[in-house]
């Protein structure tokens, strides 16, 4: 069972940045491709970034602010892993819930079934 555990959530104002967290357990990484999703209130949940085995991209309206990292280092026996989102220039219309994803056997955005319980990311003007 993929068991996904976001942290790094914050406040902060308009230009900064921020560091969020992912710790993954219980997945094989040569099959799982992990990503990130945001929500705000009364939208629908939106895929921002997703990497999977090398390959990696994001969404165009965060593309050059937003890079998403693996650390497999640890995954040796497939334990416990890590997936990152590091976020520059935020912008107000960044903020939202942000999701720890993953999506076993496909990389596609409507492939993702185990979530975490999600971070808040508030960016003021």
């Known amino acids: 069972q993929v068991q996904l555990v976001e942290s790094g959530g914050d406040s902060v104002q308009a230009g900064g940045s921020l560091r969020l967290s992912c710790v993954a357990s219980g997945y094989s990484v040569s099959r799982t491709c992990l990503g990130w999703f945001r929500q705000v209130p009364g939208k629908e949940r939106e895929g921002v970034a997703r990497?999977?085995?090398?390959?990696?991209?994001?969404?165009?309206?965060?593309k050059g602010r937003f890079t998403i990292s693996q650390d497999n280092s640890k995954n040796q026996d497939n334990s416990k892993n890590a997936v990152y989102l590091q976020m520059d220039s935020l912008k107000p219309e960044d903020t939202a819930m942000y999701y720890c994803a993953a999506a076993v056997g496909s990389c596609n955005w409507s492939e993702f079934r185990y979530w975490g319980q999600g971070t808040q990311v508030t960016v003021s003007s």
């Open positions: 990497i999977y085995s090398g390959y990696f991209d994001s969404n165009d309206s965060v």
